[in-house]
């Protein structure tokens, strides 16, 4: 079943999912008021905090990461949100911020540029603010902001939140939370964990669950005071998705079996590898100098090749890739300029899945 | 794997996924922005539209059913909702409702005694109300609300929204939405779907879904407008949990093999061998005579059982059971009443299967 009609997945989530991984999530089932459980989340909790060098509780909810996004703004923000955005994962953040009714304004930077320490103190120097949001890794054009630089600027306003979705860098970089002064990482289940899609996770701040049991309105889903109480009994609020719980627990595992700084040296090989073969081929890459993701590359087709043929020829060499994000293309489309594809490498990837992949884009480009 | 250290599972949700089903779910991963995910819903849909005989859209959440039940109450109440509660779950609902903001007023009903027509109307005839929520099948007390008498009430008011819990009767028993003119009914996946918990499903009319375009502060995760947008194409607003509607996918072609006519007829004929069963050892009935669940027996114990005790010695025998709804028990002890306890007998819960459960029950209730 695994290999005849599967195509590998590299588009930019979710990713491949190996076979003793799925193999874990299809454990018979148990209930969630039951020992089995909170045994289960028990054994989840301390590997997620190491995961994130956090002393903070580390929750995991049944949703895609967009629901940890609005569970982020519905519960801590209470006078006004600063949305950077330089993408459009950032862009859905305000987005979901302004269908909750928070008061919400956006820093906005030039898709493809980092977000800078100095454009978010120039903001939050104009006061009303009590959280920024900032998206670590933009899947949409693999810029992955400075977090270390930010969080200095971040620490300066003590009234701040600071918010971040780590969606598609958690698991596949060093995100050491503590020490950023996070009060909230959120990430989802189907990129860097290499897990199927269906649950999320997210570091909270004891300030920010302070904070949560003073802003009206938190509804029910998505109420960390709620998610919090059940939490400290090993349990969830409402029946969570077990299964995809199992695979976590065995995904972290494997994640501590690698070693950490292993793991998050890989990824930066991986990367590496994939700009240095982009170089070599005659590409661009489309994110500013010294701002490249970690766990995607998103290059700049300098040679105008047709990109939705190229995924078609990829297919059929077994590989399901990406043709770039649309709005981004069509976007530099508009402006007459050269569009981009992506190249995802997170998560279960290894050196030699990149170079089998990278591979076959180049028999593919030769073509064209 | 399965056999050895698994208890089978017979809690009132998540109940007992077969082998098949859990492979069904370990499928390689796709991308859901892909053809192959649009094939996915696309196979899905018409079948759960079949199963709910309704015309109306009927959607796939990545939540557990309390986040379809905020969906409801946020999405399609404007200005009172009126509650029925007569249990924990119906009880849930109003405080979602509350946890919303949401003007919501409780009709009250005794646990174990069914909410009946003519108090639903004695309370809309009061006015003021634009939505009504029902629980189908109470979990916590046994107890299956008759709809058919219900939507005969509701439908003399056009302006009132029929909104249905329908968690642990959908897939288990007939509901035939549009006959019955419910405007949401929702279920989630663990009950009697057979499926692990993650994913919920919804009907939606039309009325409703022009309603909650009128409706401010519905969020975005639950933003029945944007699911429908999404929908629309095949596809969800954010990343769902595949591998389990690949599970759906699979089961719902194991219902139509069985056949929906048999289906409904097994799980009849389960209940009623529970009930003749739970007589012949002497016990009573929980509900209130004509509405005992056809998904859940909830069960009087009348010898004053350990209950706690017989949880552990099913639990040597293989079996994971429950031992009583733990509020419900509270309220009986708090009256000095005798306490219950609840055999569930829905999915894909064989004859035989209900068999050996009962045959362990009468071992072990003979050694208590």
């Known amino acids: 079943m695994d290999k005849k009609d599967h195509k590998l997945l590299y588009v930019p989530g979710p990713v491949e999912v190996k076979e003793d991984v799925r193999e874990a999530c299809a454990k018979p089932m148990i209930g969630h008021r039951t020992g089995d459980f909170r045994k289960l989340y028990a054994s989840i909790k301390?590997?997620?905090?190491?995961?994130?060098?956090?002393?903070?509780?580390?929750?995991?909810?049944?949703?895609?990461?967009?629901?940890?996004?609005?569970?982020?703004?519905?519960?801590?923000?209470?006078?006004?949100?600063?949305?950077?955005?330089?993408?459009?994962?950032?862009?859905?953040?305000?987005?979901?911020a302004v269908a909750c009714g928070k008061p919400a304004e956006k820093l906005e930077v030039e898709w493809g540029k980092a977000v800078k320490p100095d454009m978010i103190d120039a903001k939050l120097k104009t006061g009303g603010f009590d959280a920024v949001c900032v998206t670590h890794n933009e899947t949409s054009t693999g810029v992955m902001n400075n977090l270390g630089e930010i969080?200095?600027?971040?620490?300066?306003?003590?009234?701040?939140?600071?918010?971040?979705?780590?969606?598609?860098?958690?698991?596949?970089?060093?995100?050491?939370?503590?020490?950023?002064?996070?009060?909230?990482?959120?990430?989802?289940?189907?990129?860097?964990?290499?897990?199927?899609?269906?649950?999320?996770?997210?570091?909270?701040?004891?300030?920010?669950?302070?904070?949560?049991?003073?802003?009206?309105?938190?509804?029910?889903?998505?109420?960390?005071?709620?998610?919090?109480?059940?939490?400290?009994?090993?349990?969830?609020?409402?029946?969570?998705?077990?299964?995809?719980?199992?695979?976590?627990?065995?995904?972290?595992?494997?994640?501590?079996?690698?070693?950490?700084?292993?793991?998050?040296?890989?990824?930066?090989?991986?990367?590496?590898?994939?700009?240095?073969?982009?170089?070599?081929?005659?590409?661009?890459?489309?994110?500013?100098?010294?701002?490249?993701?970690?766990?995607?590359?998103?290059?700049?087709?300098?040679?105008?090749?047709?990109?939705?043929?190229?995924?078609?020829?990829m297919g059929e060499k077994g590989f399901s890739v990406d043709k770039g994000y649309r709005k981004l293309n069509e976007d530099l489309a508009a402006k007459g300029k050269k569009l981009t594809f992506r190249i995802p490498h997170m998560g279960d990837t290894s050196d030699g899945d990149l170079s089998d992949l990278l591979k076959a884009f180049e028999e593919v480009i030769k073509v064209l």
């Open 46 to 96: 301390p590997k997620l905090k190491k995961l994130l060098y956090t002393e903070n509780a580390v929750m995991v909810s049944t949703s895609s990461g967009s629901g940890f996004m609005e569970a982020a703004v519905k519960n801590l923000v209470g006078k006004k949100v600063l949305n950077c955005v330089n993408g459009a994962f950032s862009k859905k953040w305000y987005d979901i």
């Open 151 to 313: 969080s200095e600027v971040v620490k300066k306003y003590p009234d701040v939140m600071f918010l971040v979705d780590a969606v598609s860098s958690m698991g596949g970089v060093k995100i050491e939370v503590d020490k950023l002064g996070i009060d909230m990482c959120l990430a989802s289940s189907q990129k860097a964990f290499a897990l199927p899609p269906g649950i999320a996770f997210a570091s909270v701040s004891e300030r920010a669950f302070k904070k949560a049991g003073t802003i009206p309105g938190r509804g029910y889903y998505f109420d960390l005071v709620e998610l919090r109480k059940a939490y400290d009994k090993d349990e969830t609020p409402y029946t969570p998705a077990v299964s995809l719980m199992y695979g976590l627990d065995h995904q972290l595992d494997k994640f501590f079996k690698e070693g950490l700084d292993a793991r998050w040296e890989r990824h930066k090989r991986l990367a590496k590898t994939t700009r240095d073969w982009a170089g070599r081929m005659g590409f661009q890459i489309f994110p500013e100098p010294g701002y490249e993701s970690i766990t995607i590359t998103c290059i700049v087709d300098t040679k105008g090749m047709d990109l939705k043929k190229m995924q078609e020829m």
